[in-house]
């Protein structure tokens, strides 16, 4: 499979550990998200990066989540002391180009449960 | 920012009946309307998608309609099958420089046999 991939698929941590997630995109794509899924909801948008220049980050929940993209290739996504509230579904995608109407492929998504 | 609202929550329509869904946007500089089709635990899939200088797409049994006066853009399914069964999400993208998609909350779709 050519496509975005995510690591790993799933994460059961404790309230207060640290977690970091890690998305390959679709090697040519120069442009990376993050998104947030929660249950019954669409996903929702938390930061951008273009290369390795993280372009958009205001949306970040809050000061405890960071991501990088050192390379321009893959990135990684963490969250520092964890809460019950971070559970949800970690969604990457990739697309290519400079334009407005390029489309986005999805990863499969890092399930996060914090017990 | 852009603000995308998508009705109904769940539809359930009878195998072989049409399916409508439809999203309004709040970000008149908006120019692109993917809609994602997710099945349960699998990614979200792009099965069609509008840029705004068309009225309206279509890909075999799937249909886009946008009208941008309004600011409201639709997806009609015609033919409805088991396997078209799953959540869709309507998005658009917003015209900050990110370009991020912004997506509606989801339809659930069941297409009873």
């Known amino acids: 499979d050519t496509g975005v991939s995510q690591d790993p698929r799933h994460k059961i941590t404790k309230r207060g550990q640290n977690v970091t997630f890690r998305c390959d995109p679709i090697?040519?794509?120069?442009?990376l998200y993050w998104y947030r899924q929660t249950l019954g909801q669409g996903p929702e948008f938390l930061t951008y990066?273009?290369?390795?220049?993280?372009?958009?980050k205001s949306r970040l929940l809050s000061d405890r989540f960071s991501a990088e993209r050192p390379k321009g290739s893959f990135s990684t996504l963490e969250i520092q002391r964890t809460e019950q509230g971070d559970s949800a579904m970690y969604l990457c995608a990739s697309s290519s180009g400079t334009g407005m109407n390029t489309e986005a492929f999805f990863g499969q998504g890092t399930r996060l449960t914090v017990v | 920012g852009e603000n995308v609202e998508q009705h109904p929550s769940t539809l359930s329509v009878q195998e072989g009946d049409s399916a409508v869904i439809k999203c309004t946007y709040s970000?008149?500089?908006?120019?692109?309307f993917p809609w994602y089709k997710q099945e349960l635990g699998k990614r979200p899939q792009l099965i069609i998608d509008?840029?705004?200088?068309?009225g309206e797409k279509k890909d075999q049994r799937i249909a886009v309609t946008l009208n941008k006066t309004a600011k409201h853009f639709s997806l009609h399914i015609t033919e409805t099958q088991p396997e078209d069964s799953a959540v869709y999400f309507c998005?658009?993208?917003?015209?900050?420089?990110?370009?991020?998609?912004?997506f509606g909350s989801g339809t659930q779709l069941t297409v009873l046999p």
């Open positions: 990066f273009q290369n390795e220049a993280q372009l958009e």
């Open positions: 970000d008149s500089a908006s120019n692109y």
């Open positions: 090697s040519e794509h120069n442009r």
């Open positions: 998005a658009a993208v917003y015209s900050g420089s990110a370009r991020q998609l912004t």
């Open positions: 509008i840029r705004s200088n068309v």
